[in-house]
């Protein structure tokens, strides 16, 4: 096991061609947004109790009905068939082992029955709505006939960020033949390998409910140029009457829109602004995080993302009024540096990190975090 998350990151950059490893860590434009997610986090202090007993230490959570081993998820993140064979039911896996459930993207490159079929842990599905509406609804029917229990409706892509990064690397898929392409891959003999040897990523569900061909270009259109830009607040009850779960709305980014979460009656809200590969210059989730938490938290779950590297990140998240953190490319660093057993790992560095944090800090439960336990630096 390495020391720390950023670890399994430089394990991932060496591993990955250039051209995975930027679609895995970039963000928008000049990544302005991206490094404030994780300077958010640095921005803050802790402010420790002592003399406290801490032999006993609790990181236990409910989250949107299901317990949590502590109050983490593994958020939905696409392409991760790019990273990993079969890294949907990795991931899925490693979450369950960890106690934590498991968000599975429409832009997965595994099929939800198959990610069904490799774990029994609690599963939930986030959902891109395309203009043609029966492939969201036959998406939601497939995932609740498999036991997925809450939908993540994503709403800061009506289309795709601005990422200068995509345009260096000439990343489209399929992926066309260049001169700089060619000896990136041939310096990563293990990852081509790979590839060759289970195919290159497809949008599986995508492909299904859409009824696209074994295409990634077919696949990929679907995902991105027939994104339905009408999609509004009022849509929601469509999603109340499509699906018989918890709903969740991802992407919120200030209080006004958490203000109509709330009142359309959805179960909780994800304050993310898709871990800064959307709108550049948009607000960090975690300095969003305390008035929305302050006037909302008593009526609906607050979930964060963007910026999670340590199990400290967490604590304060949780301080400041959380329920949970939704972690994304930090699992991601472990799968594609070390395999499946690097998810594993990355998981378990994070829960080792926020129970020590926890005792250091005077706490003994999780529940225990507020926001006097913290401070702007």
Request: aromatic share 6%.
């Amino acid at each position: 096991m390495l020391p720390s998350v950023m670890e399994y990151r430089r394990q991932a950059q060496r591993r990955l061609p250039r051209l995975a490893f930027d679609y895995l860590e970039g963000g928008a434009e000049d990544g302005i947004t991206l490094a404030r997610n994780a300077a958010a986090y640095a921005d803050l202090e802790f402010r420790p109790d002592v003399l406290v007993d801490v032999t006993d230490c609790r990181l236990e959570v409910s989250v949107l009905g299901a317990d949590a081993a502590m109050p983490a998820i593994v958020g939905p993140t696409g392409l991760n068939g790019l990273f990993w064979p079969e890294a949907d039911e990795h991931l899925a896996r490693a979450a369950h082992q960890a106690g934590l459930p498991f968000v599975l993207s429409t832009a997965s490159t595994s099929l939800l029955e198959d990610v069904r079929a490799a774990t029994s842990g609690d599963l939930w599905l986030q959902l891109y709505v395309q203009r043609d509406r029966r492939i969201a609804e036959h998406l939601m029917d497939r995932a609740w006939q498999n036991g997925y229990t809450a939908l993540f409706l994503t709403v800061d892509v009506p289309v795709h960020g601005n990422r200068d990064h995509d345009k260096r690397n000439g990343f489209k898929l399929p992926l066309r033949p260049s001169r700089r392409l060619l000896l990136d891959l041939a310096a990563h003999p293990g990852w081509c390998w790979r590839m060759l040897r289970h195919g290159g990523p497809q949008l599986k569900n995508l492909a299904v409910s859409s009824n696209a061909r074994e295409n990634i270009t077919e696949q990929a259109s679907a995902l991105s140029r027939q994104m339905d830009l009408a999609l509004t607040w009022d849509d929601v009850a469509w999603l109340r009457r499509a699906w018989r779960g918890r709903i969740v709305i991802k992407g919120i980014q200030g209080l006004a829109d958490a203000r109509r979460a709330q009142a359309h009656g959805v179960d909780g809200i994800v304050l993310s602004n898709h871990g800064g590969r959307q709108l550049e210059s948009a607000p960090s989730p975690l300095e969003v995080l305390p008035e929305v938490a302050s006037e909302l938290g008593g009526s609906l779950e607050i979930l964060v993302d963007g910026g999670v590297r340590r199990g400290s990140d967490i604590a304060k998240a949780v301080a400041l009024g959380a329920r949970a953190v939704l972690l994304g490319r930090a699992p991601l660093y472990g799968l594609a540096g070390r395999g499946p057993g690097g998810a594993h790992e990355v998981l378990a560095i994070l829960r080792c990190e926020l129970e020590n944090t926890l005792r250091l800090l005077g706490r003994n439960r999780i529940g225990a975090l507020d926001a006097a336990a913290v401070r702007k630096r």
